[in-house]
């Protein structure tokens, strides 16, 4: 089959470049803007308590005002506020109200604090446009209001809340998102200098996957719509990554085979068919098993993951689509002369390095798999201190801006729950009115509650039949101790609710909450289904029930070893009080279906060595000294291209960035070139059960120079130090 594409590809180039053009221009013209929602409720489904309460809330309190702003006034000289400052305030917060800024319903005057140095203006806005760019606009227009309002008095005033929260993601995504284009860029463009020495192979994978992202975005807006997803402005600056990261590794995999090719002496379109034939299904299984992974992520309760995994299986889809049929299309179209001015294409350099490498796996398999798998388990150890953060929106962005900066004063100056306080409903199930008299004895058992600052009845709706409990926490919303109160206040909200009543406990600590056990239903229920399909993926690849085994536990070890590296180094060395929730799932899909790739890679070039009669630990050499260069380049680029998340300036990205990029480190340069190839070679012949994959066939392909073999062996790698005895043998 991928040897059809090939040769239709290569017959017809410029009808397949112009397809790709009409389909690009098609798709980029007519999709529908991405949205993207930055309200952590809005990920989570309808059944949990959190999420229920709200739309009690909606029904009970359709008018009950909820800030989505907040304008923080103190002193510029950081004194106690004076009473000619508090009619400032005054003024400022009655001008707001009179400016009908849209998504604006309510401006009111908020407490001031216990010291007498801080004061707040409160804003509601539409709660059905909640995490919404128009938001985020509202509170841009709110920002420059106060301010301006605000000039010529003693006062210092910012702006916070979710809104202005969402303003400062969008603000911070946009320059995130900038840093890690012009880094993917620019590390793609100079590793593909040094490998190959031609301008010509450094650009043209930027600009044809330039052109695959806009097909990829555009592809990705649809299924949203479609599929009405949450979206996410992180998304964004994930997607550069994979489509640059994951695309160069196609690219570097087709080019050394059709180098390969044209060093034994095939004419150059005859080179470009059977490199597309000889590395189709090795690119295509690999892709497989990354979109496999990707699309598990549908299986997540979580919104936010609900996207990511079509949007990232999407691009990588597009990205094997190109693959196959763009870049041979154009490539054959420029011929060898893409490889000018470097000479070096046409010689077989002598790989030095990796023969070293691959003879000290062959010569002492069980020591260096033991090496390599005792770093991946000390690293592993870490793991044991993980612990998760649920605050998404300081996750996305600086400290330094504004409205973090407010979250964090407002916590010095208030409870450090006043800011997202917690709330109890208590409602009638007769539809009775509820008893009044019950109220405080109610109240005061919520405020008993250790880690509760104070516990009051705030409101009734107009029948009587709810009644809001409004409950302020010692602790900031998304803390450790937060979510421990919390639970807490729900289990004393359901066991002390009056007989004829029930309770829902809404707000975002509750949301939080139950952020943390959809995320552990995720752990269960992902992770075994994604490593269950990649391996399918291997066994039909590799025609073997053992191989797929080993393959997957490698490549769970190597996800343990990086969330161990990776609590170690934000956790304990930085001090961060945790991890960002969702990275232990974004990083078991990037590491195991990548990981995967690479072992893939490896175990394929492994099995090519064997069948041409050499024996298990001679094969491991082998595969190691031949596959090596082009793991260790495809790893390289890729590691660094996840790495330039970390120049986005926030804990999220620059969290995500470090494990992804360590987690492939860690499986092209230890599983795939150390722990697989001398775990396989201690195994032996077994590795293959029940079939014999690795057993000499007599006639293998490719191994002249017109060979137009397209098995799964040749995975990509390049045979730069392949060399022809008289009997046919590659030495």
Do not use: C
């Not at 007519?30 to 309200?39: E, F, I, M, R, V």
């Not at 227009?141 to 929260?165: F, M, N, Y």
């Amino acid at each position: 089959m991928f040897r059809s594409i090939g040769n239709a590809v290569v017959r017809h180039p410029v009808w397949t470049i112009v397809a790709w053009l009409i389909a690009a221009v098609a798709i980029v013209a007519t999709a529908p803007s991405l949205p993207s929602n930055s309200d952590e409720s809005s990920f989570l489904p309808k059944s949990y308590e959190s999420i229920k309460a709200a739309d009690l809330q909606q029904k009970a309190f359709p008018s009950a005002f909820t800030p989505s702003a907040i304008a923080l006034y103190q002193r510029t000289d950081g004194g106690r506020l004076t009473a000619a400052d508090q009619k400032d305030v005054a003024r400022i917060t009655t001008e707001l109200g009179r400016k009908h800024i849209d998504q604006v319903q309510k401006v009111v005057p908020g407490q001031p604090s216990k010291d007498g140095r801080y004061t707040m203006t409160l804003v509601q806005m539409d709660s059905k446009n909640a995490g919404q760019p128009k938001q985020a606009d509202a509170a841009k227009v709110l920002r420059e209001d106060v301010k301006r309002l605000a000039k010529g008095t003693h006062l210092d005033v910012k702006l916070g809340g979710s809104a202005a929260q969402a303003l400062d993601q969008q603000d911070s995504s946009k320059r995130g998102q900038a840093l890690i284009g012009f880094g993917t860029f620019a590390i793609i463009l100079v590793t593909l200098l040094i490998i190959f020495r031609a301008p010509i192979l450094a650009v043209l994978p930027l600009i044809l996957i330039g052109l695959v992202s806009a097909v990829a975005n555009g592809l990705i807006a649809y299924a949203t719509k479609l599929f009405d997803l949450q979206a996410n402005s992180s998304i964004s600056s994930i997607l550069i990554v994979v489509l640059f990261g994951v695309g160069t590794d196609y690219f570097l995999f087709l080019m050394f085979r059709y180098r390969e090719r044209l060093r034994a002496g095939d004419e150059a379109k005859q080179a470009m068919v059977n490199a597309v034939g000889r590395v189709g299904e090795a690119i295509a299984s690999a892709a497989g098993a990354v979109i496999i992974a990707f699309l598990a992520l549908v299986l997540s309760t979580l919104g936010f993951l609900k996207q990511m995994g079509p949007a990232l299986a999407i691009a990588v889809a597009a990205t094997l689509v190109a693959g196959l049929t763009l870049i041979p299309a154009v490539v054959s179209l420029i011929g060898p002369k893409v490889f000018w001015p470097s000479k070096s294409w046409q010689h077989e350099p002598a790989n030095a390095r990796f023969a070293a490498l691959g003879r000290g796996v062959q010569r002492r398999p069980a020591l260096t798999a033991a090496l390599s798998g005792l770093v991946l388990l000390v690293l592993s150890l870490g793991t044991f201190g993980f612990n998760a953060t649920f605050d998404l929106a300081s996750g996305s962005m600086p400290k330094t801006k504004e409205s973090m900066v407010v979250q964090d004063e407002m916590q010095k100056a208030y409870s450090a729950g006043a800011a997202a306080p917690t709330d109890v409903y208590l409602s009638s199930t007769d539809g009775k009115p509820l008893d009044k008299a019950a109220f405080d004895g109610y109240a005061k058992r919520l405020g008993a509650v250790d880690g509760v600052a104070n516990a009051r009845m705030t409101q009734l709706n107009k029948a009587g039949t709810t009644a809001d409990f409004t409950v302020t926490l010692k602790y900031e919303a998304s803390s450790d101790k937060a979510l421990d109160v919390v639970g807490e206040v729900r289990d004393v909200a359901h066991a002390d609710a009056p007989d004829g009543t029930e309770a829902l406990v809404g707000g975002m600590s509750s949301i939080f909450k139950d952020i943390d056990a959809a995320v552990s239903h995720d752990y269960r229920t992902v992770f075994p289904v994604a490593a269950l399909l990649i391996m399918v993926i291997l066994g039909l690849l590799l025609r073997s029930v053992v191989a797929p085994w080993y393959l997957i536990a490698s490549v769970g070890l190597g996800f343990g070893a990086t969330l161990g590296a990776t609590v170690w180094i934000f956790q304990e060395a930085q001090g961060h009080s945790g991890l960002m929730f969702m990275l232990p799932v974004i990083m078991y899909l990037f590491v195991v279906a990548i990981g995967t790739d690479y072992n893939i890679l490896m175990i394929a070039r492994l099995r090519e060595e064997a069948r041409e009669g050499r024996e298990p630990r001679e094969a491991a050499g082998m595969a190691l000294r031949h596959a090596g260069p082009t793991v260790a380049a495809a790893g390289f680029i890729l590691a660094a291209t996840f790495a330039t998340m970390m120049l986005a300036g926030n804990s999220l990205l620059s969290e995500m960035g470090f494990a992804v990029s360590f987690g492939i480190a860690v499986a092209a340069f230890v599983m795939a070139m150390f722990f697989t190839p001398s775990l396989t070679a201690l195994i032996g012949h077994a590795a293959w059960w029940p079939g014999h994959g690795d057993r000499a066939t007599g006639t293998e392909a490719g191994t002249g120079p017109g060979s137009t073999g397209s098995g799964p062996a040749s995975a990509g790698e390049d045979h730069d130090a392949v060399t022809q005895d008289p009997a046919g043998r590659r030495g």
